[in-house]
């Protein structure tokens, strides 16, 4: 069947192996245009790997897509032609001024001097590096170089963008400065999808989220609805006495009918609750058994959390996120 015109993104059963192991075993998405599109998963889950095979870089064992309506097997150089993509780490000159890497990538994608001129100057004032713009990258801070790496993927202006984890390495401040970029970009009408390892940015940007692990996706739906697959929040709680741990344990488990989680240390428990009355019944419930708590919170679950409960296991302790 012809590709629906409202979709962005259409792929069925995508499959990439890299001799005997599966990176992406069989994925089917449907992202609508002039959305942003999450890809939730921990590291090694095949995220990475996906994007590179809509985006034309490596080609799928099996499977099919459709990117802005071109076939993604018969067509690449069109689908080429319609996207842009910024990996992980910036692919910069860093010997290069901010202003210099952009009017290079302006004359290569067929701009006049003084055209590719202009556009440099308009990116670089519309990601604010117009202070910047004379400086070699190797000067520049991480949110700058990922800034100016992703106004790079914008010269010409995409119908898709590809961003793989577009804020690993990032401080808070630098994280919300990129976030606030991608939701401008898409309010302009551009297409987004990205990985990421983080609920929270995937919470903060995206329409709707697909989670996959072990090349398979295992879940997708709104950050809502994601959510909910855990209660509607989860409780932490951390006991005083480290020899009191395994009592409040069993007793959160025997009290609220589920599994409890340990941080990777052991001191903190967490637990999906359905509501702020079972919570303070919680709470109550561990000081009347005589257990004292250091700390107790209540919040939105993590990525570990939601992991947990969509697989029945948790993240491994080097691929947990707070």
Same mark, same amino acid.
């Given at each position: ?104 990538? $302006?004359? @290569?994608?067929?701009?006049?001097? /003084? &055209? *590719?001129?202009?556009? +440099?100057?308009?990116? =670089?004032? #519309?990601?604010? %590096? ?102 509607? $929040?989860? @409780?932490?709680?951390?006991?005083? /006495? &480290? *020899?009191?741990?395994? +009592?409040?344990?069993? =007793?959160? #488990?025997?009290? %609220? ?66």
């Amino acid at each position: 069947m012809p590709p629906s015109p409202s979709l962005a993104i259409s792929a069925r059963g995508l499959v990439k192996r890299f001799g005997a192991m599966t990176a992406v075993a069989g994925i089917d998405l449907d992202v609508p245009r002039g959305t942003i599109f999450g890809i939730l998963g921990p590291n090694g889950a095949g995220k990475t790997t996906l994007l590179r095979m809509l985006a034309t870089l490596i080609a799928p064992d099996a499977g099919s897509a459709t990117v802005m309506g071109h076939d993604l097997r018969a067509a690449p150089d069109a689908v080429r032609g319609v996207i842009a993509m910024t990996g992980q780490f910036a692919s910069l000159d860093e010997d290069l001024t901010g202003r210099e890497n952009l009017v290079m990538l $302006g004359r @290569l994608w067929g701009f006049g001097r /003084q &055209a *590719a001129g202009a556009r +440099a100057d308009d990116l =670089l004032a #519309a990601f604010a %590096l117009s202070d910047a713009a004379r400086r070699q990258v190797k000067t520049y801070s991480g949110g700058m170089r990922r800034r100016l790496d992703i106004a790079a993927s914008l010269v010409i202006t995409p119908g898709v963008l590809f961003l793989d984890e577009p804020t690993t390495g990032l401080d808070p401040a630098a994280r919300a400065g990129v976030w606030r970029l991608i939701r401008d970009l898409a309010a302009s009408g551009v297409t987004i999808l990205l990985t990421t390892q983080y609920l929270e940015e995937a919470d903060q940007l995206a329409a709707r989220i697909a989670v996959i692990d072990h090349g398979r996706k295992i879940a997708e739906g709104t950050s809502r609805e994601l959510k909910a697959t855990t209660g509607s $929040g989860t @409780l932490h709680v951390t006991p005083a /006495q &480290a *020899a009191q741990r395994d +009592a409040a344990a069993a =007793l959160l #488990a025997a009290l %609220l009918g589920t599994t409890v989680g340990r941080s990777a240390e052991g001191a903190q428990l967490s637990v999906a609750v359905p509501d702020a009355a079972r919570a303070n019944a919680a709470l109550a419930a561990l000081i009347a058994a005589d257990i004292p708590l250091a700390d107790f919170a209540m919040g939105s679950p993590s990525l570990d959390e939601v992991f947990f409960a969509l697989t029945g296991q948790p993240l491994p302790p080097e691929e947990a996120t707070a």
